[in-house]
């Protein structure tokens, strides 16, 4: 309606009057304009409430994990699952090499194992005590592993701030198989995995799944392991 009466006063005026009505024409389209791209540049509050929420008690740990780079490893196989602890190295030692000179600090590391890989989760005492080779077909040589093959690898990257991540549902899993296979109760066998992990600053969490989800809200990069 409003171009129809536009153009339907333009044939009844003069020149001059022609020119002013264009102009004013022109110049509503422009304010027109200038509003639609207000509307289109108006700030989103959905990523800031996201990115405002609290941090479960649970999860406080990865507020600490401040790094400029930040990546979280993903393990869950017993045949590729402690290619997790060669990743972690490659990417301290390529951040911290000739190319981009940064230090330890500068990068975080987690090296989450879950489901079969949670295994390797644990130091080698308790690999011999519950047999846990034989119980989680983990073998070494043709034979149930009597030991933790990746623990000292473990050992030597957490000097460097790797960070073990064990899932807690795989190792109530794990206890369960034990306890069961020995006549023993899976609470004391669970409770005895959670106090011998395979490094000093290895922690148990909530599952693997949960761990890989909250570190990416916080900034860590993913790579599945397998």
């Known amino acids: 309606m409003f171009l129809f009466n ?12 022609d020119a002013v009505v264009r102009r004013s024409f022109l110049g509503r389209l422009a304010a027109v304009g200038t509003a639609l791209a207000g509307v289109v540049v108006l700030p989103s509050t959905s990523a800031a409430q996201t990115s405002g929420a609290p941090t479960h008690p649970a999860d406080a740990w990865l507020d600490a994990l401040n790094g400029q780079h930040k990546n979280i490893f993903d393990c869950t196989s017993i045949e590729n699952g402690p290619s997790g602890w060669t990743f972690a190295r490659n990417f301290l030692s390529a951040n911290t090499g000739a190319v981009y000179q940064l230090t330890d600090a500068d990068v975080n590391a987690i090296v989450c194992v879950r489901h079969l890989a949670s295994v390797f989760g644990f130091n080698d005492a308790m690999w011999a005590k519950y047999k846990l080779g034989a119980s989680q077909k983990v073998n070494e040589g043709g034979v149930p592993a009597v030991r933790n093959a990746h623990a000292n690898t473990a050992s030597d990257l957490a000097k460097r701030g790797v960070i073990v991540a064990v899932c807690g549902m795989a190792t109530s899993r794990i206890a369960r198989t034990v306890a069961a296979d020995a006549g023993m109760s899976a609470s004391e066998v669970e409770a005895d995995l959670r106090a011998n992990l395979v490094t000093p600053t290895a922690r148990v969490v909530a599952a693997g799944v949960i761990v890989t989800n909250r570190a990416q809200e916080k900034g860590f990069t993913y790579t599945y392991v397998g």
């Open 6 to 17: 536009f153009f339907a006063s333009s044939h009844m005026t003069s020149p001059m009057q």
